[in-house]
Nanobody, 124 residues
Framework: QVQLVESGGGLVQAGGSLRLSCAAS????????MGWFRQAPGKEREFVAV????????NYGDSVKGRFTISRDNAKNTVYLQMNDLKPEDTAVYYC?????????????????WGQGTQVTVSS
């Protein structure tokens, strides 16, 4: 059974940093493209970042470019999201997701597996 478990969320002041982790099990992690999405109350799920299997390609949503960094450790079956210079508008539930192919996608409908999410709250 595929499991994606996020951790690292919490409450932080504006300008602060958080590092999210997503531990994967039940699949060959290195075969999957991994992404991060977020969803704020009343809003659609938004693309945050994606990383390919070998960490040679990354892509970011416009609202987080230059502040967030996605990375992965295939030996640890874990993908990370380093979030710096956080803003109140970054407040959302953050989800990691996996695609069981090499497609580097930015829309949620292309992802096959999802974690349960972790709350990030940024106070002003």
């Amino acid at each position: 059974q595929v499991q994606l478990v996020e951790s690292g969320g919490g409450l932080v002041q504006a300008g602060g940093s958080l590092r999210l982790s997503c531990a994967a099990s039940g699949r060959t992690f290195s075969n999957d493209v991994m992404g991060w999405f977020r969803q704020a109350p009343g809003k659609e799920r938004e693309f945050v970042a994606v990383i390919n299997r070998s960490s040679t390609f990354t892509n970011y949503g416009d609202s987080v470019k230059g502040r967030f960094t996605i990375s992965r450790d295939n030996a640890k079956n874990t993908v990370y999201l380093q979030m710096n210079d956080l803003k109140p508008e970054d407040t959302a539930v953050y989800y990691c997701a996996a695609i069981n192919s090499g497609i580097v996608a930015t829309t949620p409908d292309q992802y096959h597996y999802w974690g349960q999410g972790t709350q990030v709250t940024v106070s002003s």
